[in-house]
Structure formats: C-alpha cells, structure tokens
C-alpha cells in the first residue's frame, strides 16, 4: 500500500503492521516465467532418475544366535532311497511271507503295487537343505484329490542319496555337544514302517547308525581331551516297549541278563540294567547284543519290521565341573527313540498277532502324535492348558518331559520316496510340519535338576517313611502353599478383573493346587495304609500278651494250689508234736511232782543226777534235727561244757557242779526267757529221755520254758525242719509260707523286743529266787554262783562257737510260755503226785539215790 504513497518521508520510519500477503507462485508458473537471467542455464537438474535407478545393496540377514535356534524344536527329514537292493529285500522277495494267514485280496493288492513299482517315480522331491516338494501321483492328480504340495522349514533334509555319517554331522553332532556338556537331549526316529527309522538309528555293521557313531564320537573326544573329561565315565541302557497281546504294555531290558521284563509303574521303570561302557568295543558290543533281543517280524513293507518301542541311554556320570561353564554339572542323558513304524493294514497286510501289533504301534504313535500337538496349541495359546495326552502310552509318560517342552528334543522324519508311498509320507509330513514351531522353555538348569530328581522322586515318593511329625510337616507345607496360592489366585482375580478375566498364570496355579491336593491325597493315603499295617502289628502283639497273661494266669493257680497243699502238709505234722510237746509237759510236772514226793529220801550220789541231766542234754541235743543254739539254751546247750564240768565235777566237787548246774539254769532265765527256735529239738525224742527234774526252780522253769517255746515254734517249723536242710528249710519257709504267715514272722520280730521287756520282771523275778536259794544254801555251804563265776574255758569255747542267727516266737507262743509258767506254780501245789496215766511213766529212767537226794534237798530248800 505504500509503494503507491506519492512522497517518501525519509525523517520518519514507518512500521507496516500488516504486510501484504500475496500468494506464492505455483512451480508450474514460476517455470513458465521466463529467467531472470541468462546463468539459469548452469544449475545442473536434479538426478532423481539416477537416484532411483541405483541398486541399494541390501544388507545380510543377522545369523540367528544359536540359542533361540536351539530353542526350537529340530525336525529332520531324511527320504529313503527310491531303490534299495540288499540281501534282506531280495530274500523278503524271494519267500513266501511269513505273516500268516495272508488275506487274497491285500495280496493282489502288494502284487500290483509290487508291478508298479517298475515304472515308479519320487513323490518327493527335494528343494534345498531345508525344503521339499510332495507331488501327488497321476492317479491322485486327475481325480483332484490333491496337489502338489511344497514342505519347507526343516532343520534339515538329507537327500536319499546322503551318508549316515552326513546324518550323524548334521542332526546327532550338536546334540551330543550338549551331551557332554552336560545338557541332556532326545532324538527320536519317526516314520512309516520300512522307510528307514531303524537304519538311521543303528544301522548295519557296514554302514552304522546315529547309535554307533555317537558312541565312537564319545569314546573318540575322550580320548582326544585331557583329565577330567577323560575320566568321565557313560553308561549305557537299552530297553523296549511292546504290547502284551494288545492288552497292555510291557518292557523289557535289552541288556539284562535270563527274565528281562522290567517293572513298571507310571512313568518309573524299574531294575533296568545300566551297563557302564568303558570302551567303543564294549560299547558296540552291546548294541549288538540288545539288536540281536529286540522283538522283530517279517511284513509287506519291512522283512525286519521292529515291533516294538526301543529306547536307548546313554548316561554320562557326572565329573563335577562343567568346561564352558565352570559350574557344577549334572548327570547328562543322551536318549535315543527308535520308534515302531505306523503301518496301514491295507499295505501291510498284518493279520493277527502283527494286526495286535500294528495296532499297539499305530496307537503309540498316535499318542506320540498328540502330545506335540498339545504341545504346540499350549505354547500358541497357554490359556487352554496342556493336554495330558502323555498319560496314554507308557513311552510318551516315559518321555513326558521332552513332551512337555521342559527338555531339548529333536526328531528325524524317514520317509519313503515311491509314488505309493505318497499318502503315507504327505500324512507324515501334514502331521509334523506344524512341530517345527514348538520352542522349547530355557530351562536346561531345572530340566537337569528334574532329570535328576525324575527317577530318583518317584523312588523316595515309594521309599519315604511317613511317621506322624513328617505327615504334620507336609500337611503344614500343603497349607502354606495353597494359602501361598490363593493369595496368588485372588491377586491375580483381581488383576483380572482390570484386564481381562483369566489369565494363563491362574491356571498354572490352579493346576500347581491340583498337582498339590493330588500329592497331598497321595501321602495321605500312604499314611493311612502305613497306619493300617501298624495296627495290625499291635493287634497280633495283643493276641500275644493275652496268650502270655493266660499262661501267667494257670501258672499262678498252680501255684496257688500248690500252695494251699503245702498249708495242709504243714498243719497235719503238727499235731502229733503239738501232743509230743504236751506230754513232754506232763512228763516234767509228773517229774516235779515226784520229786516232790521224795523230798524226804536222801541222795547218795549227787553225781548221778548231774551226769543224768547232762546225758539229757545231751540227747536233747543230739537228737534235735535243728542245728542248737547252744549258748543260749539254758540248760541244754553247750553239752560239752556240761560234760567237761560234770566230768571235772566228779573228780573234784559235786558241789560245783550244783553251782554250775544251776548257775547255767540261771544264766539261761537270764539270757532267753524267750528261747530261740532254732534250739527246738525234736520233743518227740527227747520225750524219750529221762528228764530229772531239778528241784531247783530256776532250771525247771527254764526247761518248761524250752518246752513251751518248741510247742509254739514246732507249728511253723516241724513240717519244714523234717524234709529240708536248715538252709533250705529256712528259704522254702520263707517261700511257701503264705504273706499272712510271714506276717506273723515280722509281727514276731517286733515282739522279741517286747518280750525281751515283758520277761525282764521274770527274770528279775529268778534272780531274786537265785538269791534267795543261795542265802537258803548258805547255811548247807551250797552257793549257786552268778555267771562270772563260770570258769574261763567254758566261756572261751562258747565264744568259740559260732552263734546261729536267733528265731523268735510268734506272740501266741509267749502267751502260752506264760501261761505253762502259771500252771506250773499252780501244778507244783495242786497237782496230786504221781504219773498221769500210763503212758509216759512208761519212759522214764529209775533215779540214782543221788539224784533223788538233791532233788529232795533242792525242794525242801525251795519250799523253805
Ligand atoms: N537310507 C537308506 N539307505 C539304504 N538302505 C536303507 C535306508 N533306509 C532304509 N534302508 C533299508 O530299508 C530296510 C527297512 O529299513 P528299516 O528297517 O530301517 O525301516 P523301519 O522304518 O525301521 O521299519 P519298521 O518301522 O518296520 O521297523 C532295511 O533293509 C534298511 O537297510
């Protein structure tokens, strides 16, 4: 708008707030105007034909790292060659087949296939080392029944032409790489019967197999590498599995030696041999051996078709550290499957016991089949979990862990190249195409772990000793981890809920609580029957005990009665020596009372009467079967000190020997009011002997008391004392002798002290009669000395003589003592003189005129 102002005003300085806006050029416009100047011409024009026509070196694809081509599952195809001229064929062509009986129609069947087979073509055809083309025959292609199909994406492809050291290279190298690393691996051998699985696995001893050459490369890298590789010791184990009849399956140890079946439980197989290879001979050796034991059979499509499952180990033992690693490794396993070909009855022909077989073989692979599509759905889409196809077959649960994903695996596909063999081979490869996509789980550390921990589970699984704290222990572990998974479970529901409703991470816990409560009840279970057999142990030791108690029971019955005769046996002998002992009584009243009457006769020879008494203490004595107490006998005891006295008393003075008659009458009041039992002579006996009674007091109560104490001890003692040694006598009491009696034993003990106190009145009561006898006597020089005046000898010999351990008397028998002593007062009053009857006069002796003199004297100083 300015430029059309008429005059500029320099002074100023205008500011244009809004400048004009004018449209830009269009290119097409500023082209059509004509150049500002001639030097346009040297700007050089844009090279975009030549920019665009340069070739742009596209840059090398990266090499995959190995370890995610390693991850995922290896599928090798080896076609078989379309002619195959050996011994074995020509043979198989030659004879009759021996599948038998032979249905007519398959029969014509092979024979056309057999005639077309001259003009026969490959199926397949191979497109490079990982590619193949499956083309349909002309039969098949005109009826558009199907068409060429292009399988690609194998690991591998070995041409029908290639070596079985090509296969070795390619498939068997890396595997065994990790092997002696110390990563276990699998390789399994698929295909249609005859195409070639057993030949790519063993081989021929010409041309061997991954199994041969595997073993060669081991034993050949062990020797090349230094300690401790070298040392590292392998283990080989062969077995098979095959169809019982088509009922079951059964294994069988291809290395064991007479019967090989093998147990089997679940996944587990048990007592398979493991035979360590030490060297390639050995090792070959064996192959042999297990090749020679595998179960084969002549068809139409194989003349050695395998027949059963055979599963080959090679184990290499642990040798601590691992090489590359520098961690400690692990047993490594390298197994090798040769799988029993799928076969189709209408090419086989089987009939039969080879239909059975087929079938188990058809269904084995079936099953193989299915767990790796399982597999590969889980892997695509984890929400549907995995199926557990594996439990179908004894060899897939053998496998389980290589079918689950959790181990490296790889499979080689045989296939046939014939035209006729198309269907089986495009099936093959329909089938296994898909398997290329399985990937397997990078967890070689815990597979090796739970390779480890696979065989040797199940053993402790069986093995383990449920007591109750490791039951409480479980049940405690059960619990925290279900609560562990609850907790899990709601944190992940309520995740869920924000995202999306189920995740694959629930199910996994769902299924680890499933896995858990199924362990759990298992123990339980195992607890139950471990309690089960307990109780039945404590039932059989409670029969015993019963029988024990029954036995104990008869034995203390007889025991009983045995017992009880004993009480009778010992009541009946007592009753004549009871009556013994009473007569024995009346015989000395009857003595008193005699010498009461001849008080008045004078006595000659005071002699007599000592040598009389000491004969009678003697007797007394002697004929006791109870050994005597003889110091403490008053009157009776020491016989040889009375002898010895009475002896000295003749030659010397008849006068002492009244002394040391009485003294020792006194000494025994003195000593034992209470006699010792022991001292009990046989009344019965002593019955017999002339008992002259001392008018003297203090001897004859001394006697009496004898009498009495032997006529309450002769109740417990004369039945034992008859039959026994005194040793023996005194233990067998003491057994037999019921707890009431030995009752009154220990009552007695007590009351010897009592007794002891209640006799001291008596005793005191003889001393004061001593006294007053020799006060009596003093007038007559008649002196009854006290005990000191016994002479030393007599006391040395006492002393001497061992003192047998005392007895008492039960208290009934002092309270008869006491009451005899009573009578006797009353009887030496009352009494009329003369015997009571005749039957105890008969026994007695005619005194010396003596003897009847001092009793006279000794009563009338009595009386006095
Ligand atoms: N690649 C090969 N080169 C030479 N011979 C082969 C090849 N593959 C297989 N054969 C021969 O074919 C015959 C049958 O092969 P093989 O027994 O290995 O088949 P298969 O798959 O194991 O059959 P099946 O499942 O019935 O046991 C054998 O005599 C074997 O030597």
Redesign the pocket.
């Known amino acids: 708008m300015e430029e059309f102002s008429p005059t500029p005003c320099p002074s100023t300085v205008t500011v244009r707030r809004n400048p004009p806006r004018k449209a830009r050029a269009t290119p097409y416009t500023t082209a059509a105007k004509p150049p500002p100047s001639s030097n346009t011409h040297d700007v050089p024009s844009f090279p975009i034909d030549e920019i665009l026509s340069i070739q742009i070196p596209q840059p090398e694809p990266e090499p995959k790292p190995s370890v995610s081509v390693s991850e995922s599952l290896k599928i090798f195809l080896?076609?078989?060659?379309l002619r195959?001229f050996?011994k074995?064929?020509a043979a198989a062509k030659s004879r009759p087949r021996n599948v038998w009986p032979q249905n007519p129609s398959k029969k014509h069947n092979v024979a056309k296939e057999s005639r077309s087979k001259k003009s026969e073509e490959a199926c397949i055809t191979l497109n490079d080392s990982h590619s193949v083309t499956l083309t349909p025959p002309q039969a098949l292609q005109e009826l558009k029944r199907s068409k060429t199909e292009v399988f690609e994406g194998f690991s591998h492809v070995?041409p029908?032409d290639?070596s079985?050291s090509d296969v070795y290279g390619k498939m068997v190298q890396p595997l065994l790489e990790d092997f002696l690393n110390g990563k276990s691996g699998m390789l399994a051998?698929l295909?249609?019967?005859?195409?070639?699985?057993?030949?790519?696995?063993?081989?021929?001893p010409k041309?061997p197999g991954v199994v041969p050459l595997t073993l060669r490369q081991i034993f050949k890298k062990r020797d090349e590498t230094s300690p401790p590789v070298s040392l590292r010791l392998f283990y080989l184990s062969i077995f098979e599995i095959c169809s019982e009849r088509g009922k079951g399956e059964k294994a069988y140890d291809l290395l064991g030696d007479g019967s090989s079946e093998l147990s089997v439980q679940q996944s587990t197989i048990r007592g398979l041999k493991e035979v360590p290879i030490r060297n390639l001979e050995e090792a070959e050796s064996l192959i042999g051996q297990a090749m020679l034991k595998r179960a084969?059979a002549t068809?139409n499509?194989?003349?050695?078709?395998?027949?059963s499952q055979c599963i080959i180990n090679i184990r290499a033992a642990s040798d601590g550290v691992s090489n590359e690693t520098k961690v400690q490794s692990a047993d490594a396993m390298l197994t090798i499957v040769?799988?029993?070909?799928?076969?189709r009855e209408k090419r086989t022909g089987n009939q039969g016991e080879r239909l059975v077989e087929s079938n188990f073989?058809n269904n084995t692979s079936m099953v193989f089949g299915q767990c790796l599509r399982s597999l590969l759905e889980y892997q695509k889409n984890r929400k549907k979990g995995l199926q557990k196809h594996h439990q179908n077959s004894l060899l897939t649960r053998y496998l389980r862990d290589y079918l689950e994903g959790k181990r490296r695996m790889a499979l080689i596909i045989?296939v046939k190249a014939g035209e006729e063999d198309y269907l089986d081979t495009s099936y093959l490869l329909k089938q296994a195409s898909p398997y290329m996509k399985i990937k397997f789980d990078n967890t070689e550390e815990v597979c090796n772990k739970r390779q480890l921990k696979t065989f040797p589970r199940v053993e402790k699984n069986k093995k383990m000793k449920l007591s109750a704290p490791k039951t409480s222990q479980i049940a405690e572990t059960v619990a925290g981890e279900k609560n562990q998974i609850t907790q899990e479970v709601n944190l992940e529901g309520k995740k869920a809920d924000q995202t999306e409703k189920s995740s694959p991470k629930l199910e996994d816990n769902n299924d680890r609580e499933h896995i858990i409560m199924r362990n759990f009840a298992k123990v339980v279970w195992n607890v139950l029957k471990q309690y089960n057999e307990k109780l039945k142990v404590a039932e059989g030791d409670i029969c015993t005990l019963k029988e024990s108690l029954k036995n104990e029971q008869l034995k203390s019955r007889g025991l009983e009665a045995e017992l009880i005769n004993l009480k009778s046996n010992l009541a009946e002998p007592c009753l004549p020596e009871v009556e013994a002992l009473v007569h024995a009584k009346e015989q000395i009243e009857v003595d008193t009372s005699l010498a009461n009457e001849n008080t008045n006769v004078d006595d000659d020879d005071p002699c007599d009467l000592i040598e009389s008494r000491s004969e009678v203490t003697a007797d007394g004595c002697n004929e006791s079967p109870v050994v005597p107490n003889k110091s403490l006998v008053p009157g009776l005891g020491n016989e040889e000190i009375s002898s010895e006295e009475q002896k000295c008393a003749k030659q010397d003075d008849p006068c002492n020997l009244i002394d040391s008659t009485s003294e020792v009458a006194a000494e025994g009041c003195n000593e034992s009011p209470v006699p010792n039992k022991n001292v009990v002579p046989d009344l019965a006996n002593e019955q017999e002997c002339d008992i002259q009674i001392n008018p003297t007091p203090s001897p004859e109560q001394a006697e009496v008391s004898l009498i009495n104490n032997r006529l309450s001890n002769i109740q417990t003692k004369s039945a034992v004392s008859r039959r026994f040694p005194d040793s023996e006598k005194q233990e067998r009491l003491r057994k037999l002798l019921p707890a009431s009696s030995r009752f009154i034993a220990e009552e007695m003990d007590d009351l010897e002290i009592k007794d002891k106190q209640i006799e001291k009145p008596q005793v005191k009561l003889a001393e004061t009669r001593d006294q007053k006898k020799s006060e009596s006597t003093k007038g007559r020089e008649i002196e009854i000395p006290a005990r000191e005046a016994e002479p030393a000898s007599t006391k040395k010999q006492r002393n001497e003589q061992k003192k047998p351990r005392r007895r008492l008397q039960p208290a009934s028998s002092v309270l008869l003592t006491r009451e005899i002593n009573t009578l006797e007062i009353e009887d030496d009053v009352a009494e009329p003189k003369g015997t009571r009857g005749g039957k105890k006069t008969t026994v007695t002796q005619p005194r010396s005129q003596g003897s009847v003199t001092l009793l006279r004297l000794l009563t009338s100083n009595l009386h006095l």
């Not at 499509?301 to 027949?307: A, I």
């Open positions: 080896r076609i078989k060659p195959v050996s074995a064929t070995f029908a290639c079985q051998a295909g249609p019967s005859g195409s070639g699985k057993t030949h790519t696995v063993f081989g021929t041309d084969t068809t499509s194989n003349s050695q078709s395998s027949r040769d799988l029993a070909g799928a076969e073989i045989t």
